[in-house]
């Protein structure tokens, strides 16, 4: 097991990393937009358990051989950014649509939530995400004890990793549901749309024509 130290340097580690805005803040924000704190916290059940398997696929050098054979880290690149602009041309499409039923000040019903379809954006989310692969490749190794046993710590440090982003991930999505409940013309929510669709689409052509 890793040193107190070590540790403790893991925990704050991990919560900087978890409370930095990135593309799995936006895909909470937006889909509890969407359909509501249940959808934003499936959205990141679906994240987090993402972490398990790149956790895994570290502990067992499989990282290690993606990141060093340029084709294949190459093709993970490209899913990736595909299905950040897929997630981009969507919100893009919500933002620009509009209801005709909806009367002045009358907030149009949200998307109904469907959880297996935010789950899976959830997962495929984060790995799909060639950064998350490089960083459990390259950092979670820094705290396991090699004499010990090298999966179990993995899972372990990747379980504490999971228990804080699910606790920031659905307090995030409460307070986005619960703020666009007080508050949510239509308007609003095309914006918020807009902004997130926006977002995802830039990032997703950074990873394309990102080099590397």
Known sequence: MPTFELFSAYLIAIVLLTITPGVDTLLVVRNSVRSGVRAGSVTSLGICSGLFIHATLSAVGISLILVQTAWAFTLLKWAGACYLLWLGLASLRLACARSGNAGPGITPARVPPRFVRDFREGLLSNLLN???????????????DPAGNVFLQSMGLAAIHFLLAMVWQCALAAMVAHSHTLASPAWLKRALHGVTGGLFVGIGAKVALSQG
């Open 130 to 144: 060639p950064k998350t692969a490089l960083f459990y490749m390259a950092f979670l190794p820094q705290f396991i």
